[in-house]
């Protein structure tokens, strides 16, 4: 047997936009108010202004740049974003969720709509533009692993569900790292039978219990998936 987890990792850059504004005002009142600005690369922000900054709600569309292309709509604070809001980018990959100085940062969604991972998405906690905390990875054949991440990898206590592919109807629940089975935990298989016990880099590595569904029980010590004594 062989079971092993792959989660898609990907960065979030950290955005700045200066509080010196290059550019003009094309509509309305940027200064206190609502308004256009106008960027001389190109870029452009309509919405809220409070003492000359961005603050409050309003859709910045880059135009120009490695972020050609996205486009960030919700709450700022002093020309950053700060708050709820929706980032869409290039390639229609999209972050809906918290963001704190330019990061995500607190509760969020983050839905892949192109590449290799379109269909996958990840739902939960954030710490500097990473899944940090509690959340659940949702891949695009229905499996889910449910638990805690550490720096976008599975790290902690979770449980991944297969709801497709070789060991679909099974589940694994207990401890990870690195993105693996590591630690204690117990997998269900779909037939009925389990095995509880150690793990090491996703495989049965170490004592264990493996219970079949006709009663027959087999303890002892495991490494890499099979049975030694």
Do not use: P
Request: proline share 0%; aromatic share 18%.
């Amino acid at each position: 047997m062989k079971v092993k987890l792959i989660i898609a990792i990907f960065s979030i850059y950290s955005l700045f936009f200066t509080s010196c504004f290059i550019g003009k005002c094309t509509d309305g009142n940027c200064r206190k108010g609502t308004g256009t600005y106008l960027y001389n690369n190109g870029n452009k922000y309509v919405g809220q202004f409070r003492h000359f900054m961005i603050n409050g709600t309003g859709t910045f569309t880059f135009n120009s740049g490695k972020w050609k292309g996205c486009i960030y709509t919700g709450e700022w604070k002093n020309n950053r974003i700060n708050g709820k809001g929706i980032f869409t980018y290039q390639n229609g990959n999209t972050y809906n969720g918290e963001f704190v100085k330019n990061k995500c940062q607190g509760k969020g969604t983050y839905t892949y709509a192109d590449d290799d991972y379109k269909g996958n998405s990840y739902t939960g906690e954030w710490k500097n533009n990473k899944m940090d905390g509690k959340g659940i990875f949702t891949y695009k054949n229905g499996n889910t692993y449910n638990g805690e991440f550490v720096k976008n990898k599975c790290k902690g206590k979770g449980t991944f569900t297969y709801a497709d592919g070789e060991y679909k109807g099974g589940s694994y629940a207990g401890e990870w790292n690195n993105s693996k089975m590591n630690g204690t935990g117990t997998f269900f298989f779909a037939d009925g039978s389990k095995y509880v016990g150690e793990w090491r880099n996703g495989k049965m590595n170490g004592i264990g219990t493996y219970t079949y569904i006709n009663g027959k029980v087999i303890r002892g010590t495991w490494k890499n998936n099979k049975f030694v004594k």
